[in-house]
């Protein structure tokens, strides 16, 4: 199973990322997505084996502290991502570090929802009009 860093953008957040750690993208964007009026996105997101993501994130805050806490929501400035590229280089752990596509796909059952209807079968009636 795996865990994922990552770095979310809104236009709300003020030049900041939201930053976190889940073992699920797909619910991690459908909460947001319930309280976002305009939809932000997650613009940068690491794959790490299993829950490597969440002490990742421990030690980050630790070491840089630059990180900004406010009513249980951490956010950081967007200047941490070359430190957070260093770091991962230099602790020589398995992570990818996610594309626009492949962040896509994982989330895109919640973030465009489908709903089929089948029209034919509402509408699957003789309709004859008389002269009158």
């Known amino acids: 199973m795996n865990s994922y860093l990552y770095f979310r953008y809104h236009d709300s957040y003020d030049g900041y990322y939201r930053f976190g750690s889940t073992d699920n993208l797909r619910q991690m964007e459908k ?13 940068h997101v690491y ?15 630790n070491k840089y ?4 806490h406010t009513n249980k929501k951490t956010f950081c400035r967007k200047t941490i ?15 990818i570090k996610l594309n626009y596509r492949q962040i896509h796909d994982l989330i895109k059952n919640y973030k465009f929802p489908l709903l089929f209807i089948n029209i034919a079968a509402i509408y699957d009636t003789n309709i004859t009009i008389d002269n009158i």
Do not use: V
């Not at 909460?31 to 613009?43: A, D, I, K, R």
């Not at 991502?81 to 992570?95: G, R, V």
């Open 65 to 68: 502290q630059i990180l900004i």
């Open 47 to 61: 794959q790490f084996p299993l829950n490597f993501a969440h002490y990742c994130k421990d030690n980050i805050y």
């Open 31 to 43: 909460e947001f997505s319930q309280h976002e009026f305009n939809n932000g996105y997650f613009e």
């Open 81 to 95: 991502i070359p430190h957070l590229n260093k770091y991962l280089t230099i602790s020589n752990e398995t992570f």
